[in-house]
């Protein structure tokens, strides 16, 4: 490396090490409706990218009004989830009809990453409120802070859903665009299980299932096929059914309102698995993983407070 490369690398450093607001506020894209998923994977598909060391992102945003939720689309959600389909409304399902609105960020000229491969890394869902799920929802997102790690670059889109013009939901999603930052690895802390655990069968059509109710069909989770193209090995469970099932496992822990869900994804869930499941309490907090059949590799872990 060069006397100036490692210049720049120190400047980008220094300008990186406190995560960075987006630049350039830009009005909201409105849509009247959801959009065509099709339409918009296959631009996902082609969409390159432009991002250099150090850029900020643009403040970039999606909002959609007036949106109801279909009953037969929640219970069909409900039971790929393994919630009750008289249960309350699940914390992760606002997320998933938000999936629209993110893909409809990434696919901009302006978003400076390709769309596919971005890596997600955390989850972060507080539900502030109940509410009727008859009543609209007013859903917006946009991209929130970023900071280079020694992976790349990490990145967030925030969301947050409005009833009767107040806020009952928020999420913030941490994704990781991979990129050579010269920035130092950190130790990691190994990732232990605690209580008994109760074992999973995931079935080798859960990511074709959950796509078909989310709209995800990115090929990752389809087919051993597809996944393959992309590096994978066999089809992987999309992270966001993995913290939902987690989620229906833990419902009777779980208020009506005024708690935050924080999950971190770790390896592939690849399709079929058996997986291990634990959970405990400590500090008044909920802790929870999800583990290979060894129970030596955690797939998530998670924590309700």
């Not at 696919?107 to 990453?113: A, E, L, N, T, V």
């Amino acid at each position: 490396m060069t006397t100036q490369e490692k210049e720049l690398n120190m400047n980008v450093m220094n300008k990186s090490s406190q995560a960075q607001k987006p630049t350039q506020i830009k009005p909201p894209i409105v849509m009247q409706e959801l959009p065509s998923m099709p339409s918009m994977l296959g631009k996902a598909a082609f969409k390159s990218g432009h991002y250099a060391l150090g850029d900020q992102l643009p403040g970039l945003s999606t909002q959609i009004n007036g949106l109801v939720i279909s009953k037969p689309h929640l219970l069909a959600y409900k039971e790929l989830c393994g919630f009750q389909p008289d249960s309350a409304l699940p914390a992760t399902y606002l997320h998933m009809l938000a999936f629209p609105l993110f893909l409809k960020i990434l696919i901009q000229q302006d978003f400076p990453m390709r769309a596919m491969g971005q890596v997600h890394l955390r989850n972060q869902i507080s539900v502030l409120q109940q509410f009727d799920s008859r009543q609209p929802v007013n859903m917006t997102a946009s991209i929130g802070s970023s900071e280079l790690t020694s992976r790349g670059l990490e990145w967030n889109i925030d969301v947050s859903a409005e009833v009767d013009q107040q806020v009952v939901w928020t999420s913030e999603s941490t994704f990781l665009h991979r990129c050579k930052t010269g920035m130092p690895r950190s130790a990691v802390a190994p990732i232990r299980h605690e209580g008994e655990a109760q074992s999973w069968s995931v079935d080798a059509d859960t990511g074709r299932r959950y796509a078909r109710v989310s709209g995800d069909y990115n090929p990752i989770h389809l087919t051993d096929i597809t996944a393959k193209l992309f590096g994978f090995k066999q089809a992987i469970a999309h992270g966001m059914w993995s913290k939902a099932r987690c989620l229906a496992a833990l419902s009777a822990e779980l208020p009506a309102d005024g708690y935050s869900v924080d999950v971190a994804f770790h390896r592939p869930l690849f399709l079929p698995s058996q997986v291990l499941f634990y959970s405990h309490r400590q500090d008044g907090q909920q802790n929870f993983s999800l583990f290979n059949q060894r129970a030596d590799q955690a797939h998530l872990e998670g924590i309700i407070t």
